[in-house]
């Protein structure tokens, strides 16, 4: 049973920085895409950023310029490094790795929160 476990988050002032973590317990197959989704209190889940399996990188509106996405095959971790923090960037975070044919596996969830 693969799982993904997610890490980095937490309180930070605005401005500041945060790198998240998300590493699969095992391996995953045929990966089309992995990303980062999150959800506010009362908002929809939405995308945050992803990487396919041939580097293509896709940003949400609201963090161009300020998140990067990355990942290292090797260790099957996925990573988003999150600069220029802001108060509406507070939310909880997954990780979300999409193969071919198959269903999505979602992380538990890691919370970020940026104080004005």
């Known amino acids: 049973q693969v799982q993904l476990v997610e890490s980095g988050g937490g309180l930070v002032q605005a401005g500041g920085s945060l790198r998240l973590s998300c590493a699969a317990s095992g391996r995953i197959f045929n990966i089309l895409t992995e990303g980062w989704y999150r959800q506010a209190p009362g908002k929809q889940r939405e995308l945050v950023a992803t990487?396919?399996?041939?580097?293509?990188?896709k940003y949400g509106d609201s963090v161009k310029g300020r998140f990067t996405i990355s990942r290292d095959n090797v260790k099957n971790t996925v990573y988003l490094q999150m600069n220029s923090l802001k108060p509406e960037d507070t939310a909880v975070y997954y990780c979300?790795?999409?193969?071919?044919?198959?269903?999505?596996?979602w992380g538990q969830g890691t919370q970020v929160t940026v104080s004005s």
């Open positions: 990487i396919t399996a041939g580097d293509s990188i």
């Open positions: 979300n790795v999409l193969p071919l044919g198959k269903s999505g596996y």
